[in-house]
Structures are given as structure tokens and as C-alpha cells.
């Protein structure tokens, strides 16, 4: 039986999953399975996982109806059969030692999770020009050390992501932790149930994966319909969630009103999906509903800052000035997609964000 089971949710990723899947199989810790699932892809992503089955015998693939990387993280997990499981996204990669420092900080320090630090980049930026994110090599070995490392980087950062994670598979099953239907942020959702049960976790300042940020087209794809929806379910779990654990406080507070409200800047710009599609009165009238929505209104009065494009849409919105917004939108979108060199520059400098 293999140590470590990597479950790989697989959906038309056939441009980024074989430099992927390539980093997996290049790791220094070799002791591994790898399962591929394909979940209902339609861009032959499908039978480039059964090739790289038939080149690596570590490689498993399950091929299923389109369910999202919630339901097909699920059904890897059926087939996992080591003590633990990493979670790395299709069109990302690991630097060749992840898997084997993962490993040893937490079979050496005896934690329910290990986490490491990670590099944000575009696919057409070099890596060493990507955004490091890294953390303080730290063990935290109590409930109290756990759960405030969770709030200080959740909903929007370390806490809430899969893949920069090694999880103690045995805490998952007994406790039957599951990912969630949504199409968006079941990766949150999951961690959010699952930091539960979690007794001692291991920091790692190392930044051993590659996370390629969203490119319009990956946007388009991604984000769903009822995106808004899906942010409110989240934010009011995590709410709950706090009460329970009695760390609702002002801090955490700040914390939720930004993710909530860039998250609605999100929504704006994906009015333009072809996957929404919206006409140009659906889009007034998307605007208006969250312009008018009462949780909208209430975290736009408390509002921080967000970087110049953010703080420029969400002032529009609370003047309902609806046109402005879509234009704004609009030459974003054009930017990011077809001025590549000046979205980077506006971006890092404050002026873009997304």
C-alpha cells in the first residue's frame, strides 16, 4: 500500500495536465498513487489520463459524468487507499520535493496536517516572477494554536486551500468529511469542516507549489452562475462556525467583509462569461440586485481597501452608477485578455486586481 494518495480532479485541462501530472511523478518521494479523475471532460483531457496511466503504474484513473472537482474529489477518495492524501489542482505544479517534505514534517512531528507555502503566477509568466506566499515554519500543538492559524488565514488564504496541504487521511474518514455540491469553494467548505477535528498541524515556510492564477478564459470556466449564491453559503458556515468556536471577533469580521465584497467584484467582471450567459438587460439587472441586496449594502458601509480597481467598482455600486461599472468591467476584461504587459503592470501596482 502506497503512503501518500494525490487525488487529482480532472475537467478540459488538457493544455496545463500533463506538465502537472509530470511534477507528481518527478517527486523525490516516490512512494505514491495517483488518482486522475476525469469528471465529464470534453476536451480529450479524458484520454491523456489513461496515456499517463499506461506510462506510470502508480497512476489510476476513474472516468465519471460531470459532477464539479467537488464530487470528483469525492470519488477519489473512494479509491485512496493510503494513510495520507494531498489534493493538488490539475493545472498547477509542485517543485520535486514537495511530496517528500510534506511527508516527513508530518510523520517526524505526528500532526493531523502539514502546510507548505506556494508561488502565484500567470501561465505565461516565469515562475520566478510569480508572488510568493509563505508561511513561519511553526508546529501549532493544541486546539486553541490550530483554530487561530485558521481564522487568520481564512476564508481567503492558506487556511482555506487544498492543495499546498497533506491531510491524516484517517481524520477525514472517521469523521466523514466530505466535499460539498458547490461548483465554487468546496475546497473552503471542506477545510471549514474539517479544521473541526484538527488537534496539531505543521507550518512549512517553503513555497513547494505552483498555483497558476486565472486567465480570463479559466475565469469564464469556473466561475458559476450562482457564484453570489455560493459566497453567501460560505461566509454564513464560517460565521456559524466562529460562534461555535467563540472567536468572533472584530478582526474576523474585516476579514469576511473583504473576501465578501471582492468576491462580489469577482461576480461583476463574470457577468461577461459566455458560461452566464447575459444580455446587456441581464446585466443591469444583476447589478441592481446586488446593489440592492441588504448584505451587500451592509458590508459596503464598513468596507476597507482593496486596490484601486476594487475600490472603484464597489464605490460605483453603492452610487448604483451601473453604467460606469460595466465599463470599467469591460476594459479590464479587454485588458487581461489581449494587453497582457499593461494588466501586469496596472495589477502590481495597485491598479488592477484579479
Request: net charge neutral.
Amino acid at each position: 500500500m502506497p503512503e501518500i494518495s494525490a487525488i487529482v480532479p480532472v475537467y478540459n485541462c488538457a493544455s496545463y495536465l500533463e506538465r502537472g501530472v509530470r511534477s507528481i511523478l518527478a517527486q523525490t518521494y516516490r512512494d505514491f498513487e495517483l488518482i486522475l479523475v476525469d469528471d465529464g471532460s470534453t476536451d480529450g483531457s479524458g484520454e491523456l489520463c489513461d496515456r499517463l496511466a499506461s506510462e506510470d503504474t502508480r497512476i489510476k484513473v476513474i472516468h465519471k459524468e460531470n459532477g464539479g472537482a467537488g464530487s470528483a474529489r469525492n470519488a477519489g477518495m473512494v479509491l485512496a487507499s493510503a494513510p495520507y492524501w494531498v489534493f493538488p489542482d490539475s493545472d498547477d505544479w509542485m517543485e520535486p520535493q514537495m511530496l517528500e517534505i510534506l511527508y516527513d514534517s508530518m510523520v517526524s512531528n505526528g500532526v493531523d496536517v502539514a502546510i507548505c507555502g506556494y508561488t502565484a503566477n500567470y501561465h505565461y509568466e516565469k515562475p520566478e516572477l510569480g508572488e510568493q506566499f509563505s508561511l513561519e515554519n511553526r508546529l501549532l500543538k493544541s486546539v486553541q494554536e490550530v483554530r487561530g492559524f485558521f481564522t487568520e488565514y481564512f476564508p481567503d488564504g492558506m487556511a482555506g486551500y487544498l492543495w499546498n496541504k497533506i491531510y491524516k487521511a484517517e481524520l477525514i474518514q472517521q469523521n466523514q468529511v466530505r466535499f460539498t455540491d458547490m461548483r465554487r469553494y468546496q475546497d473552503g467548505m471542506f477545510n471549514l469542516d474539517l479544521f473541526e477535528y484538527i488537534r496539531s498541524a505543521a507550518l512549512i515556510n517553503a513555497c513547494l507549489y505552483h498555483y497558476k492564477l486565472n486567465d480570463v478564459q479559466d475565469v469564464f470556466v469556473k466561475y458559476p452562475v450562482n457564484k453570489f449564491e455560493l459566497i453567501c453559503r460560505l461566509l454564513s458556515a464560517y460565521e456559524s462556525r466562529l460562534a461555535d468556536w467563540g472567536l468572533n471577533h472584530p478582526k474576523q469580521k474585516e476579514r469576511i467583509c473583504s473576501f465578501f465584497l471582492r468576491g462580489i467584484v469577482s461576480c461583476i467582471d463574470s457577468m461577461y462569461s459566455p458560461q452566464w450567459n447575459f444580455d446587456s438587460r441581464r446585466r443591469k439587472s444583476y447589478l441592481r440586485e446586488l446593489a440592492g441586496n441588504q448584505l451587500v449594502k451592509e458590508q459596503l458601509k464598513i468596507r476597507g481597501s482593496y486596490g484601486r480597481y476594487s475600490d472603484s467598482i464597489l464605490n460605483l455600486l453603492s452610487k448604483r452608477h451601473f453604467l460606469l461599472i460595466r465599463c470599467m468591467a469591460l476594459i479590464k476584461l479587454f485588458l487581461k485578455k489581449y494587453m497582457k504587459s499593461i494588466f501586469q503592470k496596472l495589477k502590481h501596482s495597485g491598479g488592477n486586481q484579479g
